[in-house]
């Protein structure tokens, strides 16, 4: 029976003893990695990149299509004064069965604003970054796009308050894509007074 003890305790602290060795020499590798890296001697590779590489493309993702997408449109009020500003919501919907992609910048969801057949103001009359979406049936995209009363130029005005003011009458919103230029939100009239 003390033979069995003997062996039980003398197992156990090898084990102990093994543990504790293998800490120490750990600790000790560990340390001198720090003191290496301390000093500069440290041996490691820095990988470097001039330029990032192009992504893979391992499937390929269709556009939305006109039969897929429906816009709505609709103003936050009726009426507007004169140098006042609107704000309109736009919503993208997707309603195809398959997901694809779609182009929600601002300069892709387009609205237009109309007066007596001529258009008075633009949304997409800056560059906007790119914003594509991937949607799948039922997804939709809402964005508030603000219409200061202002007209749009041919060229891009950034200070959108320094253009000139739309005066008292009725305008039609209309929503549409670049890209897909058939599919238009219906019309929505307001009063600017």
């Given at each position: 029976?003390?033979?069995?003890?003997?062996?039980?305790?003398?197992?156990?602290?090898?084990?102990?003893?093994?543990?504790?060795?293998?800490?120490?020499?750990?600790?000790?590798?560990?340390?001198?990695?720090?003191?290496?890296?301390?000093?500069?001697?440290?041996?490691?590779?820095?990988?470097?990149?001039?330029?990032?590489?192009?992504?893979h493309h391992s499937?390929?993702?269709?556009?939305?299509?006109?039969?897929?997408?429906?816009?709505?449109?609709?103003?936050?009020?009726?009426?507007?004064?004169?140098?006042?500003?609107?704000?309109?919501?736009?919503?993208?919907?997707?309603?195809?069965?398959?997901?694809?992609?779609?182009?929600?910048?601002?300069?892709?969801?387009?609205?237009?604003?109309t007066s007596g057949?001529?258009?008075?103001?633009?949304?997409?009359?800056?560059?906007?970054?790119?914003?594509?979406?991937?949607?799948?049936?039922?997804?939709?995209?809402?964005?508030?796009?603000?219409?200061?009363?202002?007209?749009?130029?041919?060229?891009?005005?950034?200070?959108?308050?320094?253009?000139?003011?739309?005066?008292?009458?009725?305008?039609?919103?209309?929503?549409?894509?670049?890209?897909?230029p058939k599919v238009?939100?219906?019309?929505?009239?307001?009063?600017?007074?």
């Amino acid at each position: 029976m003390y033979r069995r003890r003997r062996i039980v305790v003398g197992a156990a602290a090898l084990v102990v003893l093994f543990v504790l060795g293998f800490t120490l020499y750990s600790l000790g590798r560990g340390a001198g990695a720090v003191v290496n890296v301390a000093l500069g001697n440290a041996d490691h590779s820095v990988l470097e990149r001039d330029t990032s590489p192009e992504p893979h493309h391992s499937a390929s993702v269709r556009n939305c299509s006109a039969k897929d997408t429906r816009l709505e449109l609709t103003a936050k009020t009726a009426t507007v004064s004169v140098g006042g500003s609107l704000d309109w919501v736009a919503t993208i919907t997707h309603e195809g069965s398959g997901s694809c992609l779609i182009d929600a910048s601002d300069s892709g969801r387009v609205l237009t604003i109309t007066s007596g057949g001529k258009t008075v103001w633009r949304s997409d009359s800056c560059p906007a970054e790119s914003r594509s979406l991937l949607m799948a049936k039922g997804d939709k995209d809402v964005k508030t796009i603000t219409w200061n009363t202002s007209r749009t130029t041919d060229e891009c005005v950034q200070d959108q308050d320094s253009l000139s003011k739309v005066d008292r009458g009725t305008y039609v919103g209309v929503l549409s894509l670049k890209k897909a230029p058939k599919v238009k939100s219906q019309p929505v009239t307001i009063e600017v007074q």
